[in-house]
């Protein structure tokens, strides 16, 4: 009775410790660099070749919350540096691609901050002009977001 009592321990040991193992995200991890069409004109003819298969499709991303940001706790641009200057105030050299614009549900507000995070939400592109009047290539509709350690 013993010996059986001591192989169902082991067992179960075995069956606990193999459903602990971390489990795979469900989303695509991308960066800037992968969005980005430096060096060439921004179309929606000439994406590069991550954000095809990206649109509509749940992602994270790093960056920074840019200071410039609308003053509205459910959206803010995301970009990949920190900043304190305005994204979009560089005239017409703008690089759209460094920045993203972040929309979370008005029931899930957040405070801003100059700690790099990471978004996770659904992304979307093409060209889109915001309540402020901002037009942007890319958005996250956001479902989650983490401070990270610089």
């Known amino acids: 009775m013993k010996r ?3 192989i169902l321990i ?4 075995f069956g606990l410790t193999a459903c602990s193992s971390e ?3 469900d989303y695509n991890m991308i960066s800037f ?4 069409f430096r060096n060439s004109e921004i ?7 991550k954000v095809n298969v990206l649109d509509d499709e749940l992602v994270a991303i790093e960056g920074y919350m840019s200071p410039a940001s609308p003053f509205r706790a459910d959206y803010f641009y995301l970009i990949d540096v920190p900043s304190e200057v305005c994204p979009f105030c560089a005239g017409e050299e703008v690089d759209y691609d460094n920045v993203i614009q972040v929309y979370f549900p008005e029931d899930r507000p957040f405070r801003f901050t100059y700690n790099k995070i990471k978004v996770v939400g659904d992304f979307e592109v ?18 989650e977001m983490q401070r990270l350690e610089d």
């Open 4 to 6: 059986l009592s001591l």
């Open 10 to 13: 082991i067992i179960l040991i």
């Open 23 to 25: 489990e795979e995200p």
């Open 33 to 36: 660099d992968d969005i980005s």
């Open 43 to 49: 179309t929606e003819d000439n994406l590069p070749e």
């Open 126 to 143: 093409g060209f889109k002009t915001d309540d402020a009047g901002h037009t942007g290539f890319y958005r996250i509709y956001g479902e």
